[in-house]
């Protein structure tokens, strides 16, 4: 079993910044794709970012594109999701994904990723 661990949500003001970080401890962390989703209140779970296990090639959704970026430090086992200019419409539980690279065939498919966090809430009021 693979152990995510998230932290960094909160509270913050519109147009305000956010860094959210998810461990994963005692793994090969560099075979696992690292992907990022989110779910508001009463609707479906969405792709936000994710990174391939280099952080060469990232993916985003088009409503976080030029505000958020993600990036990973394979040496902390560890990847980020930094949110700027946040809008009350990203409120959501924030979770951290991951699946090995090489079942990976598409980064920005909930169904994709084998393990997932426990969830991180980020209210952003306006």
């Known amino acids: 079993q693979v152990q995510l661990v998230e932290s960094g949500g909160g509270v913050v003001q519109a147009g305000g910044s956010l860094r959210l970080s998810c461990a994963v401890p005692?793994?090969?962390?560099?075979?696992?794709?690292m992907g990022w989703f989110r779910q508001a209140p009463g609707k479906e779970r969405e792709f936000v970012a994710a990174?391939?296990?280099?952080?060469?090639?990232?993916y985003y959704a088009d409503s976080v594109k030029g505000r958020f970026s993600i990036s990973r430090d394979n040496a902390k086992n560890t990847v980020y999701l930094q949110m700027n200019s946040l809008k009350p419409e990203d409120t959501a539980v924030y979770y951290c994904?991951?699946?090995?690279?090489?079942?990976?065939?598409?980064?920005?498919?909930?169904?994709?990723?084998?393990?997932w966090g426990q969830g991180t809430q980020v209210t952003v009021s306006s």
């Open positions: 994904a991951a699946t090995p690279s090489g079942r990976m065939v598409n980064p920005r498919v909930t169904n994709e990723y084998a393990y």
């Open positions: 005692g793994r090969t962390f560099s075979n696992y794709v």
């Open positions: 990174i391939s296990r280099t952080g060469i090639t990232t």
